[in-house]
C-alpha cells in the first residue's frame, strides 16, 4: 500500500526555518542589549573609579599646596630672621668702635694744655669742642686729629679768647669728617 502524504511538509520547514531564524536573530538582538549594557556598566563604574582619583589627587594638590605656601612662609621667616641676626652680628662687631675711637682720641690730648668740653657725633660727622692754653697748642691738637685714623678731615669752626679764673685761654670748636666704617 502506498501512503501519500498530502500535507505540505515544505511549508512546515519554511516556517521552522523563520521561527529559527527569529529565534537567533531576537537571540542576538538580546545578547547585544546585554553586552552594551555590560559595557556601560563597565565604563561607569571605570568612569567613578577615574572620578574618585582625580578628587584624591586634587585633595592632595590642595594639601600640598598648603604645605608649599607654608614652606614659603617658613623661608621668608627664615630670610627675616638671617637679616636679623646679620643687623645683630654687625651691631656687636661695631659695638666697641666708638669707644676705642673715643678711647684713641683722649690719648691724643695733651696733659695740662687741652681740656675737651664737648665731644658730638652726627652721622659722619665729629664736633668736638674744648679749652687750650694757647693758640699753638690748639693748632698742634688739630694737626694730631688730622693724622688720627678714623679722622678723614679737620676744620676750625671758631677759636676765641675767653678768660676763666683771671687766665687767658684759647676756645675753639673742631669740626671733623669721619671714614667710614667709623
Avoid: H
Amino acid at each position: 500500500m502506498i501512503k501519500i502524504n498530502l500535507l505540505p511538509y515544505r511549508e512546515k520547514a519554511k516556517k521552522d526555518t523563520f521561527y529559527r531564524q527569529v529565534f537567533i536573530v531576537a537571540g542576538l538582538f538580546v545578547f547585544f542589549i546585554l553586552a552594551l549594557v555590560w559595557i556601560t556598566i563597565m565604563l561607569q563604574s571605570s568612569i567613578s573609579d577615574l572620578e574618585a582619583k582625580i578628587n584624591q589627587a586634587e585633595a592632595k594638590k590642595v594639601a600640598l599646596d598648603k604645605k608649599i605656601g607654608d614652606v614659603e612662609k617658613f623661608k621668608k621667616l627664615k630670610r627675616e630672621l638671617e637679616q636679623k641676626l646679620g643687623v645683630i652680628a654687625t651691631l656687636e662687631e661695631n659695638r666697641l668702635t666708638p669707644l676705642k675711637t673715643l678711647d684713641n682720641l683722649a690719648l691724643l690730648v695733651p696733659d695740662k694744655d687741652i681740656w675737651l668740653v664737648k665731644i658730638n657725633q652726627k652721622g659722619s660727622g665729629l664736633t668736638i669742642d674744648g679749652i687750650g692754653r694757647d693758640n699753638i697748642v690748639v693748632a698742634n691738637f688739630m694737626k694730631s686729629i688730622e693724622q688720627f685714623d678714623p679722622i678723614k678731615s679737620v676744620e676750625l669752626k671758631s677759636s676765641q679768647k675767653i678768660e676763666i679764673s683771671g687766665i687767658t685761654l684759647q676756645q675753639f670748636t673742631f669740626s671733623c669728617l669721619l671714614k667710614k666704617g667709623f
